[in-house]
């Protein structure tokens, strides 16, 4: 199989059959082999129906029903572990974003051998104070802290090879960084390609303000994780060794202070140095403990249900 669309959605029931239609047009003028895979993540409105509807008469056309809404992420998780084309595509739901361009991002990853494509939305269709500013600030903050040089992290529209998929794990609110989990997972030749943006045709956004304060905090977690990830000692165990030797210089300071050159002044509890002291030696130990505590929950296996699946169609 050439290509699998991977369509994470959350109440678009008005612009599926549009979409549907779309990229059939565009696979059979190309006459690629491929599968649709929408993942319904427990919406509300009447988009697994229509899914069903058009799996019912199409068997391209596979389907994965949460139970509830469990995020983005986890969908593209599902979808990435069902997906079997040789290159995945994923792309929203809303028809924002142009199925046309699927030949080309198919090519690249086929004939140039990128490992990724991700989709630029050069030229937006939003309001530039909601979307496009915070966006802007967004990418800058994340092409900063990762290694990663897109200019457009969060595009739905994105190309991967098979090998790619099947390798990240993508989780939390991580979709916006999946180049940066398959650069982390060593896949380095991760292209752009400027993609067509429509506005909105049909229902409203699901994304407030908030996705760029939780974006943000993301971030943070990717940044450590891809430096201190497999190894939480060398971060935990320095930041615990330097405030435990400042805190120990302190009481090294207060007590031959006290015994030698002092001993009838303060008190060493009416002293300031006597508290820096005790409170960098306790958060340097706590620093320690972190360490000691990530390595362990390094070792011991992590495995964890995140989603679960109500039905499926036209897969097993
Ligand atoms: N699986 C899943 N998909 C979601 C969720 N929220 C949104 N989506 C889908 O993600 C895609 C992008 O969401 P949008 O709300 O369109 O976000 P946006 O394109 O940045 O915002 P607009 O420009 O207002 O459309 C759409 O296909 C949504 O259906 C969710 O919680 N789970
Ligand atoms: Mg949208």
Same mark, same amino acid.
């Given at each position: ?21 779309? +990229? ?14 929408? %993942?319904?993540? &427990? ?45 995945? +595509? ?99 030749? %991760? &292209? ?32 450590? $994780? ?18 435990? %030797? $400042? ?43 972190? &360490? ?16 679960? +699946? ?7």
């Amino acid at each position: 199989m050439n290509i699998s669309v991977v369509i994470p959605l959350l109440n678009e029931d008005e612009s599926l059959r549009e979409l549907y239609d779309w +990229i059939v047009s565009v696979m059979q003028s190309n006459s690629f082999s491929y599968e649709i895979l929408f %993942i319904d993540d &427990g919406s509300t409105d009447n988009s697994w129906q229509v899914i069903h509807e058009l799996s019912k008469t199409d068997p391209d056309v596979k389907g994965i029903r949460f139970l509830k809404n469990f995020g983005k992420s986890q969908a593209l998780h599902a979808g990435f572990a069902a997906a079997k084309g040789d290159v995945v +595509i994923t792309m929203d739901a809303d028809l924002q974003d142009n199925p046309e361009e699927i030949p080309e991002l198919y090519h690249m990853i086929t004939k140039e051998n990128f490992d990724l494509i991700s989709g630029w939305k050069k030229k937006r269709y939003d309001s530039v104070l909601s979307k496009n500013l915070p966006s802007k600030l967004f990418n800058w903050a994340a092409r900063r802290t990762s290694s990663v040089k897109l200019h457009d992290f969060n595009c739905g529209l994105k190309a991967y090879s098979n090998a790619v998929v099947k390798h990240i794990d993508v989780y939390g609110e991580m979709h916006r960084y999946i180049p940066v989990l398959a650069k982390n997972a060593g896949f380095t030749k %991760i &292209g752009e390609k400027v993609v067509q943006h429509q506005a909105r045709k049909y229902g409203k956004t699901k994304f407030g303000m908030n996705r760029f304060i939780n974006g943000f905090l993301d971030l943070l977690t990717i940044w450590f $994780i891809s430096r201190f990830g497999r190894r939480p000692m060398h971060l935990f165990g320095a930041l615990g060794v330097i405030m435990f %030797i $400042i805190g120990f210089g302190f009481a090294l300071y207060l007590g031959l202070d006290k015994l030698f050159f002092n001993p009838s002044g303060r008190l060493i509890t009416d002293r300031p140095q006597f508290y820096l002291s005790l409170s960098t030696m306790i958060i340097g130990s706590q620093f320690f403990i972190a &360490g000691f505590l990530g390595e362990l929950i390094l070792r011991s296996k992590r495995q964890q249900q995140r989603y679960f +699946i109500k039905e499926d169609l036209n897969l097993s």
